[in-house]
């Protein structure tokens, strides 16, 4: 049960009795309006914060007992936004694990479907990365993000938003990432305002409200049945617009 305030106690709570237990291989999306606490969530399992009351417990331990070192090598984050460093996609990639091999990184290019890019540029690998990676385009940034989180060999990984700084139509591709790494059972646990993703792709969905877990359901329970008028509420729009969807379709093809 946790509780959590960035003034340690002395301000209001962000988080409030935060009861949230994730098995291996599952696919946890969250999804609540700005201000839900989504990310406060997501930042204390990497232990950017630590929680005023409770525990946060990763692979049988609490995340205060660890190596800070030890746990960001077992839980990888990808945020909105990624920085990509001046240097050589390779030297890129190993920014979180210095050791892994070319072989090793490669293949988590392949797992996140940057391999389709890189192989394309003459130098492949050894490309050129200009600061901030403003010479490649923000869908290639953050499957390079993705990569270099699944080079850190973790067992968990957190996205962050990680699509909602990108153009519409690089949004899929990030997408589709995450959908093959869920299909393969890695544990995962995506914040996101990509309603269609979370109901389609997570094992569970979490609505956040006021820094409450509101509901914690199967997702097709969650979208088309929720429990709660708050998830009913916030969901509403959403469903409205996948009806006016379906009825536009339907007229569409006579």
């Known amino acids: 049960h946790v509780v959590f305030s960035y003034k340690h106690g002395s301000g209001e709570a962000v988080l409030k009795d935060v009861d949230l237990h994730i098995k291996s291989g599952e696919t946890i999306g969250i999804i609540g ?12 399992i990497s232990r950017l914060y630590d929680v005023d009351e409770g525990s946060v417990v990763v692979g049988g331990q609490d995340v205060r007992n660890y190596d800070l070192e030890v746990l960001r090598d077992e839980v990888s984050v990808v945020l909105q936004k990624n920085v ?18 070319e072989e ?19 130098d492949g690998y050894n490309t050129y990365i ?22 850190m060999n973790p067992d968990i990984m957190l996205f962050d938003e990680p699509t909602s700084a990108l153009d519409p139509e690089m949004v899929g591709d990030v997408l589709n990432v995450m959908k093959e790494l869920a299909e393969q059972g890695m544990t995962m646990i995506i914040v996101t305002h990509e309603m269609a993703f979370a109901r389609d792709v997570s094992t569970r969905t979490i609505f956040m409200d006021r820094g409450y877990i509101v509901e914690d359901a199967p997702p ?12 009913r509420e916030f969901l509403s729009r959403f469903l409205n617009d996948q009806k006016n969807k379906v009825e536009t379709e339907a007229v569409a093809n006579g």
Do not use: H, M
């Open 33 to 44: 309006g700005t201000g839900s606490a989504k990310s406060s969530l997501v930042n204390l």
């Open 84 to 101: 990509l460093f001046s240097g050589t996609i390779l030297q890129n990639l190993r920014w979180g694990n210095e050791n892994a091999t």
């Open 104 to 122: 090793e990184c490669k293949e988590a290019c392949r797992l996140a479907c940057a391999d389709e890019f890189i192989d394309r540029f003459e």
């Open 130 to 151: 200009e600061q901030g990676g403003s010479n490649v385009s923000g869908g290639q940034k953050q499957r390079v993000a993705i990569a270099r989180g699944l080079a």
């Open 220 to 231: 097709k329970e969650l979208f088309y049945n929720p429990k709660n008028p708050r998830t």
